[in-house]
């Protein structure tokens, strides 16, 4: 059980977007800033958008985070076949002092 | 770009130890910290715990206290994991990752944005 809630999966067609949410608490989410992370089969996660809302360089500004109160939400814009991959949020949790993770979204681009 | 190089695959007997490494290329291994962090087979991520890599001390997060150990030889750029009485369940995917700090006009926050490929352990009889 993650403390932070993702659904499980979510889809789109190309082109269209997609949203995936990520809840917290107070500890975490509403406390502090949230990473998104992106995972292909057998490979490494990679950072998709950090400080809740920055992308690092390199990645499209068709990725978009976005943060409230204990919730937060990664926008994609334009689904491509290679967007296909797990998402995975992230936040430094007071509480624990510690690192969390949301259990991660399977994202498919039928 | 700074890599964290990790170490090969681990096939493991149940009660032995394993000792992963991650080499920081450009040896600038003390500039970050290093972030543990577990994946089990087909699971999400799971954070283990980290290291300061300017005073050697490590912080482990609760469920991997006991049996894993974070270490450095900063003479060689390197950040290790050693995982001993080696179960079953220690089967996974364990990650190495940078620490980057961002100091903003208020406040400050950090993040992971380099991560090693991954050292895959396996433990079985």
């Known amino acids: 059980q993650s403390v932070l809630t993702q659904p499980p999966s979510a889809s789109g067609t190309p082109g269209q977007g997609v949203t995936i949410s990520c809840s917290g608490s107070?500890?975490?989410?509403?406390?502090?800033?949230v990473h998104w992370y992106y995972q292909l089969p057998g490979s490494a996660p990679k950072l998709l958008i950090y400080?809740?809302?920055q992308w690092p360089s390199g990645v499209p500004d068709r990725f978009s985070g976005s943060k409230s109160g204990t919730s937060a939400s990664l926008a994609i814009s334009g689904l491509r076949s290679e967007d296909e991959a797990d998402y995975y949020c992230?936040?430094?949790?007071?509480?624990?002092?510690?690192?969390?993770f949301g259990g991660g979204t399977k994202l498919t681009v039928l | 770009q700074e890599q964290l190089v990790e170490s090969g695959s681990e096939l493991k007997k149940p009660g032995a130890s394993v000792k992963v490494s991650c080499k920081a290329s450009?040896?600038?291994?003390?500039?970050?910290?290093i972030e543990w962090v577990r994946q089990a087979p087909g699971q999400g991520l799971e954070w283990m715990g980290w290291?300061?890599?300017?005073?050697?001390?490590?912080t482990y997060a609760q469920g991997f206290r006991g049996r894993f150990v974070f270490s450095l030889d900063t003479s060689v750029s390197t950040a290790y994991l050693q995982i001993s009485s080696l179960k079953a369940e220690d089967t996974a995917v364990y990650y190495c990752?940078?620490?980057?700090?961002?100091?903003?006009?208020?406040?400050?926050?950090?993040?992971?944005?380099?991560w090693g490929k991954g050292t895959t352990v396996t433990v079985s009889s």
């Open positions: 450009g040896n600038t291994l003390n500039s970050y910290a």
């Open positions: 107070t500890s975490n989410i509403g406390s502090n800033y």
């Open positions: 290291i300061n890599t300017n005073t050697g001390n490590p």
């Open positions: 990752a940078r620490r980057t700090t961002v100091t903003t006009s208020r406040d400050y926050y950090y993040y992971m944005d380099v």
């Open positions: 400080g809740n809302n």
């Open positions: 992230a936040v430094w949790d007071d509480s624990l002092s510690g690192w969390v």
